[in-house]
Nanobody
């Protein structure tokens, strides 16, 4: 059983940077896909970014491509989402999720494990 804990959210101004982290306990991420999703009030949960732990291939939503970077820290069993040039529309609760290597990497319903979420608020 994988347990995920996010940290690093907060309140920033437009144009600022913020880093959110996802630490895993239990089995290592070594065979998993790990993704970040976000959900704003009244909206569906949407894909942000993902990484295939083995090999490090990354995927991004068009809305964050060029601004956000997902990476992994093998030693700490942690996935990091570095968010630069933040915009007010990036405001949401950000969730870390992990899944077995099957199904769509973009679909939240295919993920098996979820963290509790961390709030990111970007003021204009």
């Amino acid at each position: 059983q994988v347990q995920l804990v996010e940290s690093g959210g907060g309140l920033v101004q437009a144009g600022d940077s913020l880093r959110v982290s996802c630490a895993a306990s239990g089995p290592t991420f070594s065979r998993y896909f790990v993704g970040w999703f976000r959900q704003a009030p009244g909206k569906e949960r949407e894909f942000v970014a993902a990484i295939i732990w083995s090999g490090g291939t990354t995927y991004y939503a068009d809305s964050v491509k060029g601004r956000f970077t997902i990476s992994r820290d093998n030693a700490k069993n942690t996935v990091i989402l570095q968010m630069n040039s933040l915009k007010p529309e990036d405001t949401a609760v950000y969730y870390c999720a992990a899944k077995e290597p099957r199904g769509s990497i973009y679909n939240a319903y295919d993920y098996d494990y979820w963290g509790q979420g961390t709030q990111v608020t970007v003021s204009s």
